[in-house]
């Protein structure tokens, strides 16, 4: 069965430092997307990535972060300078097609630590 | 602006018995909804769905219930097994491409 993969798994950084994490969703899906889960709390979305471009983003993907989308089959996020708080679990989704109807499958997540 | 809610962080059931997970929600606009089950240290997994213009959809064991009228629903599992134990989320679709999720509920199923 197809499934969304990500890597690191784990990544410490220190504060200040760009961070990268990858994603290679499941081979024909249109819409990918990146949430994040600080310890405890809910589920939050991040922002949509469709057509090689960002499709819809939340208020906390500031100009921090970014997202690409570098070859056919790897999504990145990137944190240009990370903070105490970026600390979470980062999760890659992806769909077959936005709108009701299509659920998004996730990745195992990454979890970012940040000293 | 919490537009998704569940209430309870907490559930426990005992094995065989029906487990009953609620989510209510405040955007009228919410047109489709979903249940995740999450496992420490993975990533939510889909469960269930149900689109707005529908009151009810059952897979095996599960079955979600919407009530647009009190913007709530709920998910049943019966019976409830151990490999039940897990956070679930309700999540809202909200605009074109994004999820909304609720804060989840651990359930604890005992044999």
């Known amino acids: 069965e197809p499934e969304v993969t990500q890597t690191p798994s784990h990544q410490v950084t220190q504060m200040g430092q760009e961070v990268i994490l990858r994603c290679v969703p499941i081979s024909n899906h249109l819409y990918f997307y990146w949430y994040r889960q600080i310890l405890g709390q809910k589920v939050e979305f991040l922002v949509s990535?469709?057509?090689?471009?960002?499709?819809?983003k939340s208020e906390i993907f500031d100009d921090q972060f970014s997202v690409e989308r570098p070859d056919g089959s790897n999504f990145t996020l990137k944190i240009r300078s990370t903070k105490l708080e970026d600390s979470a679990m980062y999760f890659c989704a992806s769909s077959g097609a936005s709108g009701s109807g299509y659920e998004q499958f996730f990745g195992p997540g990454t979890r970012l630590t940040v000293l | 602006d919490q537009q998704v809610k569940q209430n309870s962080p907490s559930l426990s059931v005992q094995e065989g018995r029906i487990s009953i997970l609620n989510c209510d929600y405040t955007?009228?606009?919410?047109?489709?909804f979903l249940w995740y089950k999450k496992y420490p240290a993975e990533g939510p997994t889909f469960l269930i769905s149900i689109s707005s213009i529908k009151d009810k959809n059952e897979d095996g064991r599960f079955t979600v219930f919407l009530n647009k009228s009190a913007k709530h629903l709920s998910l049943h599992i019966v019976p409830s097994q151990p490999g039940d134990s897990a956070v679930y989320f309700c999540?809202?679709?909200?605009?074109?491409?994004?999820?909304?999720f609720g804060t989840g509920t651990r359930l604890k199923v005992l044999a």
């Open positions: 999540a809202a679709h909200s605009g074109t491409y994004k999820y909304i």
């Open positions: 955007n009228s606009m919410f047109d489709y």
């Open positions: 990535f469709y057509n090689n471009e960002i499709s819809e």
